[in-house]
């Protein structure tokens, strides 16, 4: 067996299903959004709770089933940069309303098709009454998005 870093954190990801799992997830020493944007096809879970009821205690779940990743990180730096509140609708019909940083970029359409990671960071969040810091929204699953 061989020794890496152990960083485990606690999630809560919304399947397309519509189901909540909560669990941690062991980043191996990077960032949670390096871990959700990398290549692994699955988030590995363990010590799983699904919609509320002991699940699993390990559980592969494959990012292209995942809406939205909440990290439950806390943002207590200043936003710096360029910033646009965005509202998006995934295909189970939530609504995601939330600031994304779009530095680097002429205009919110730019950033929105030119930024390729696989989930959209988004900050300040409110999804049908669930309040959040940080949001990992699904780019596959948003059905439209637009600035507020």
Known sequence: MSDYPKQDHEIIVLTADNSRITGCINVLGRSIAAYL????????MYDCLIDGMKGADTLMLSKKQVLWVNSREKYDGQKVGNWQTLMFRLINGAMVKGDVNVTGYDR?????QNEHGRFYEIHDVETNGYLCDLLYVS?????WKKPV
């Open 139 to 143: 780019r596959e699953h948003t059905v």
């Open 108 to 112: 919110v359409s730019d950033f929105l």
């Open 37 to 44: 944007q990398g290549p692994e096809p699955d988030i590995v």
